[in-house]
């Protein structure tokens, strides 16, 4: 699929306007609740499915098709985010106002991320089929990482890349509002608000290797790929507070999403087979069915852990 400049302009001007329009809205650092969580993160959602139809209507059903399950697979994975940002928030007693302004530029950090591993990804694709083999024995070892040592969590304070940032940059270890700088005995030092945006940021970025990879092997076309990324991520930060409530029961999701690693590795490298690629039909159906059962089977699970209301 061949796009123009023009268009990758307009895409970035949109959701550079839809970025704006999320700050805009949270200037005040306000608690975000579970109800304005809830409908922004359906406003997100819209825009996405949305995207998909006018693909559709745009280049046809199999670009639409392709798009939609590339955008499933993650926001799927966007979910693990989830449970790693609550971690880090946690950890670093983050208040709950200050959040939305590090999830927010964690966002902007992710879409940057991500363009560049596309691109980089995409292109080794192209010109050396190898690849396919190293990303794809990639993707299954990570699922199987995944799958068995899931909860196995580096404290965020050991974060190489938070260590370092801490013995370079003059940093103050509190909170100073929302301010990721300020000024300490006319010291210009970084707040502790700072380190945890570098914390999410590193783990952002380690998550993105596996996003990108595993949407890859559904399409190398850096326009489709860095779109579903792009819609994904946007609302990341609504599911964030949609979902940190809800986190406890969504046990068994790890499973699922272990699955779906795996599933897009052995993908990528039948692609470089005699069986070539699955059709999208086949990736949409897996990747439905596998969400789908992952989240059923851990609310059924967890369904005598929720206390009675009445």
């Known amino acids: 699929m061949s796009v123009s400049l023009w268009i990758w ?29 809830a409908v922004w993160s359906g406003v997100w959602i819209a825009a996405g499915l949305l995207f998909g139809v006018v693909l559709w ?5 199999d670009v639409a098709g392709t798009y ?13 985010n989830v449970f790693v940002f609550a971690l880090i928030f946690t950890y670093f007693a983050v208040p709950a106002a200050f ?31 190898w690849t396919a083999y190293v990303f794809g024995a990639f993707l299954v070892y990570t699922g199987y990482k995944m799958a068995f040592r899931h909860g196995e969590q580096t404290p965020p304070d050991r974060n190489p890349v938070v260590r370092l940032v801490r013995r370079v940059v003059p940093t103050d270890p509190a909170f100073h509002g929302d301010r990721f700088f300020t ?17 999410v940021e590193t783990t952002d970025l380690i998550f993105a290797i596996d996003s990108v990879a595993a ?9 489709i790929v860095w779109t579903a990324n792009a819609f994904a991520i946007l609302g990341l930060r609504s599911l964030y507070f949609c979902l940190a409530g809800l986190l406890r029961r969504f046990v068994h999701l790890h499973y699922g999403l272990a699955v779906l690693l795996a599933f897009a590795g052995v993908k990528l490298i039948l692609s470089e087979t005699p069986v070539g690629k699955l059709p999208i ?7 439905v069915v596998t969400i789908a059962v992952s989240i059923l089977w851990s609310l059924r699970s967890t369904r005598d852990a929720v206390p009675d209301s009445h």
């Open 99 to 129: 959040q939305h302004k590090v999830l927010f530029w964690g966002v902007i950090g992710a879409l940057v991320f991500r363009l560049v591993f596309i691109f980089v990804g995409a292109e080794l694709l192209e010109t050396f089929f």
């Open 9 to 37: 302009v307009v895409l970035m001007l949109a959701i550079a306007a839809m970025l704006a329009v999320d700050l805009f809205l949270h200037r005040d650092n306000h608690v975000i609740g579970f109800r304005e969580a």
């Open 183 to 199: 000024r300490v005995d006319g010291k210009r030092v970084a707040t502790l608000l700072f380190v945890v945006l570098i914390a």
């Open 215 to 223: 949407i890859l092997a559904i399409t190398t076309s850096t326009f």
């Open 281 to 287: 039909p086949v990736t949409l159906g897996v990747i």
């Open 57 to 61: 209507v745009w280049q046809g059903g």
């Open 68 to 80: 939609y399950a590339g955008y499933l697979i993650e926001k799927a994975l966007s979910i693990d």
